[in-house]
T-cell receptor, first 112, second 113 residues
């Protein structure tokens, strides 16, 4: 049973436009959510996070939105740049623990 | 070191042989995790160490897989009698007590031929 799902395996966006990556979860006990970015031959790197007490967190070009009632979060990247091309994983944890459950990832391709 | 270090970075082994993968976490991080990413797949949890507690082995796919963490620091993931389906990138991550997410190593790419 996949508790964290990223239903789009890939996304292609033109440079300068907005990229929206989506993530759904089923466990209502999750209270902390993170996004990681992974380049080929490298480990995932932390990008941005959000606590369940918030519905939005922004860091430069990256914004994460959380809709608790829908158990849905999204990552917005604007404007998208070719260097953003990577696989993006969403992850969730519960009860301030440090055990993360990851989604399957979405491959973002930003075309120049 | 400043980051999580994994070795080797690449390993090619013959089917049926045993392999050992090493992870050196960030100093002071009490939690250590092993994940793997098979071709085209997401991150699959394998095992979790937290301090001196018994590890959470619930993600290990078979009894051919085992891991240990010595002295609360370095961890070794051992795969016995490797099979072709074991081919994947094995990722190690560590985190601190005050949880702020994982720091991952660059992974070990295991190819079983």
């Amino acid at each position: 049973d996949q508790q964290v799902k990223q239903n789009s395996p890939s996304l292609s966006v033109q440079e300068g436009r907005i990229s929206i990556l989506n993530c759904d979860y089923t466990n209502s006990m999750f209270d902390y959510f993170l996004w990681y970015k992974k380049y080929p031959a490298e480990g995932p790197t932390f990008l941005i996070s959000i606590s369940s007490i918030k519905d939005k967190n922004e860091d430069g070009r990256f914004t994460v939105f959380l809709n608790k009632s829908a158990k849905h979060l999204s990552l917005h990247i604007v404007p998208s740049q070719p260097g953003d091309s990577a696989v993006y994983f969403c992850a969730a944890s519960r009860n301030a623990g440090n055990m993360l459950t990851f989604g399957g990832g979405t491959r973002l391709m930003v075309k120049p | 070191g400043a980051g999580v270090s994994q070795s080797p970075s690449n390993k090619v082994t013959e089917k049926g042989k045993d392999v050992e993968l090493r992870c050196d976490p960030i100093s002071g991080h009490t939690a250590l995790y092993w994940y793997r990413q098979s071709l085209g797949q997401g991150l699959e949890f394998l095992i979790y160490f937290q301090g001196n507690s018994a590890p959470d082995k619930s993600g290990l796919p078979s009894d051919r897989f085992s891991a240990e963490r010595t002295g609360g620091s370095v961890s070794t993931l051992t795969i016995q009698r490797t099979q072709q389906e074991d081919s994947a990138v094995y990722l190690c991550a560590s985190s601190s007590t005050g949880f702020d997410g994982y720091t991952f190593g660059s992974g070990t790419r295991l190819t079983v031929v």
